[in-house]
């Protein structure tokens, strides 16, 4: 199967382990010197309306995704922000 970077935008991440929601891909990080996708990330979700900031972003690692369907990307048991 191939896949844009367009279509990974807005992908459901879920956490296979607890089947929490973690966030939706807003941005990709690549290797330009080879051309490898790094890791997606999910951007913090605000604080109190935006009004305190947000919080940290998620940047999960390629090797930490299991599975990518149509519209939705499932992420590692043991992966760090799925221990929650």
Excluded at 32 to 51: D, E, R
């Amino acid at each position: 199967m191939t896949c844009r970077i367009a279509d990974l935008r807005n992908k459901q991440v879920v956490c296979v382990k607890s089947g929490e929601i973690l966030g939706y891909v807003s941005d990709v990080e690549f290797d330009t010197a080879n051309g490898a996708l790094l890791a997606v990330i999910i951007f913090g979700k605000p604080k109190f309306m935006g009004l305190l900031g947000k919080y940290e972003d998620i940047v999960i690692p390629w090797v930490d995704i299991e599975v990518i369907g149509q519209e939705t990307i499932l992420v590692k048991n043991n992966s760090p922000y799925c221990l929650k």
